[in-house]
């Protein structure tokens, strides 16, 4: 948003940070949307499985598990909560480099997990300088009512 505006962009695309390339390194080759599948709840799984220690049982099996886990005191779910939360907040750092907004909105399945945001926040203040940060409110509905928000805003547009 800008001045109460909705930016679309030239593909539609304004505001779809995770879709920038990834991995970023010396050794690396980025891959289209590489954010988006890093920051995935399935990418954040593999990580999990792969750092889980064999003493603590088996990982969890979903992110909604490992958010549960996490919201009960589990010291190995938490971490990675945490270190997802972190990745996602270093990220923010790089919107807020770019376009400075007094809000950041958090989206998705994981992002908008209550749990995220105080690690977002600190790494936010750590990295940058104190922006608001919250989930959005939506929830699962978010994509289908900005879709739908799309369609009559457009279909209003054309008949004016």
Same mark, same amino acid.
């Not at 289209?32 to 499985?49: D, P, Q």
């Not at 886990?69 to 190995?76: I, L, P, S, T």
């Not at 907040?89 to 770019?98: E, K, M, P, Q």
């Not at 994981?110 to 959005?136: F, H, I, Y």
């Given at each position: 948003?800008?001045?109460?505006?909705?930016?679309?962009?030239?593909?539609?695309?304004?505001?779809?940070?995770?879709?920038?390339?990834?991995?970023?390194?010396?050794?690396?080759?980025?891959?289209?949307?590489?954010?988006?599948?890093?920051?995935?709840?399935?990418?954040?799984?593999?990580?999990?499985?792969?750092?889980?220690?064999?003493?603590?049982?088996?990982?969890?099996?979903?992110?909604?598990?490992?958010?549960?886990?996490?919201?009960?005191?589990?010291?190995?779910?938490?971490?990675?909560?945490?270190?997802?939360?972190?990745?996602?907040?270093?990220?923010?750092?790089?919107?807020?480099?770019?376009?400075?907004?007094?809000?950041?909105? /958090? !989206?998705?399945?994981?992002?908008?997990?209550?749990? &995220?945001?105080?690690?977002?926040? @600190?790494? *936010?203040?750590? +990295? =940058?300088?104190?922006?608001?940060?919250?989930?959005?409110? /939506? !929830?699962?509905?978010?994509?289908?009512?900005?879709? &739908?928000?799309?369609?009559?805003? @457009?279909? *209003?547009?054309? +008949? =004016?």
């Amino acid at each position: 948003m800008l001045d109460g505006q909705l930016l679309h962009g030239a593909h539609g695309a304004t505001g779809e940070v995770s879709r920038m390339p990834f991995p970023w390194g010396e050794n690396e080759s980025p891959r289209r949307a590489g954010l988006e599948h890093y920051l995935g709840s399935e990418a954040l799984l593999e990580r999990c499985a792969a750092a889980w220690p064999a003493s603590a049982g088996p990982p969890p099996r979903d992110a909604k598990a490992l958010f549960e886990a996490a919201a009960r005191g589990d010291v190995h779910a938490r971490r990675m909560v945490d270190r997802h939360a972190q990745d996602i907040g270093r990220l923010a750092v790089g919107v807020l480099s770019v376009l400075d907004p007094g809000l950041i909105v /958090l !989206g998705g399945g994981v992002g908008q997990n209550q749990l &995220v945001l105080p690690e977002v926040q @600190r790494v *936010l203040r750590s +990295l =940058a300088w104190d922006t608001e940060v919250t989930v959005g409110a /939506l !929830g699962d509905r978010a994509t289908v009512l900005g879709a &739908v928000h799309l369609a009559i805003s @457009r279909a *209003l547009n054309r +008949l =004016a």
